[in-house]
């Protein structure tokens, strides 16, 4: 066969070759490349709702106990102080408790005068020692409310002394305090009073008791917490339903979900049968 001939019909033999070589070298490229996986942007801060972690302290005061002269009362008067708040890890919060410890206790937080330091040096008699105390406390979260509770306890002479308390609960993702209008379904207020009513009643007959007010007077607490088991609890102070010697109210009411929006109630866990 002619040298030409032969080289002619050669070369595109090894032209198919070379491209065949260049097609798996380009295959292994693209077989070797690492696929890379597009992962979830992670969810923004704003929408993290946080777990509420909280402990008790003592504030410090200036002035643990304040002596001076009352004029409803013979000789010096001692007060002594106390304030139990919170510290955790939702700043905001623990601003608007501290807010009203300023507030409140105004007097035990600032410098005693030189005047004032002697005063407080008194040893007061008897019923001439008051006291005056307030002390919070974290009660619990579901979900995005966080629950606490303030219990404050005034002594200032007399038989005994008086206790009032009220409740927060506190929305994470608002920042602010929940309040009764808020957790209502609107056009709902009477019914829920009249439901309160009859929890009422029956308190008082398993306490074997008359009502302390009639019904016109009845009023819905400001005073509430929801419990983990989706009932609504209302708290009356000393007094408003009852004598002192009956202690404060607690009214309870189940069933609510036509008279409190569902957002505020907690879903009831589900009981789990046997098969």
């Known amino acids: 066969m002619n040298k030409n001939v032969l080289g002619l019909v050669l070369i595109p033999f090894i032209l198919s070759g070379c491209v065949?070589?260049?097609?798996e070298k380009t295959t292994e490229k693209v077989e070797k490349t690492p696929t890379t996986k597009t992962e979830e942007p992670p969810p923004k801060e704003e929408n993290v709702i946080p777990a509420m972690i909280a402990r008790n302290f003592f504030v410090k005061f200036e002035q643990p106990k304040i002596c001076g002269p009352n004029p409803d009362v013979e000789g010096i008067v001692c007060t002594s102080k106390e304030a139990i708040a919170l510290k955790s890890n939702?700043?905001?919060?623990?601003?608007?408790i501290d807010k009203e410890i300023r507030k409140?206790?105004?007097d035990a937080l600032s410098l005693p005068s030189e005047k004032q330091k002697q005063l407080n040096q008194t040893q007061a008699e008897g019923l001439n020692n008051w006291s005056d105390s307030v002390v919070y406390r974290f009660n619990g979260q579901f979900g995005q409310y966080v629950q606490l509770s303030k219990v404050s306890s005034e002594y200032s002479g007399g038989a005994h002394g008086i206790s009032t308390f009220e409740d927060y609960v506190f929305d994470l993702k608002s920042k602010k305090r929940i309040v009764l209008k808020d957790i209502i379904v609107n056009g709902k207020?009477?019914?829920l009073k009249d439901e309160l009513w009859k929890q009422y009643e029956y308190w008082c007959q398993e306490k074997d008791m008359e009502p302390y007010i009639t019904k016109e007077d009845f009023k819905v607490?400001?005073?509430f917490y929801i419990n983990q088991s989706g009932a609504i609890t209302?708290?009356?102070q000393l007094y408003e339903l009852a004598p002192y010697a009956a202690g404060p109210v607690s009214l309870?009411?189940?069933?609510?979900?036509?008279?409190?929006k569902p957002e505020f109630l907690?879903?009831?866990p589900a009981l789990k049968t046997e098969v």
């Open 20 to 23: 065949k070589k260049v097609e």
């Open 90 to 96: 939702i700043n905001w919060i623990d601003q608007v």
């Open 104 to 106: 409140d206790y105004a």
């Open 189 to 191: 207020m009477n019914a």
């Open 221 to 223: 607490s400001e005073n």
């Open 234 to 236: 209302f708290d009356f």
């Open 252 to 260: 309870e009411l189940y069933h609510t979900d036509q008279l409190i």
């Open 266 to 268: 907690p879903p009831i």
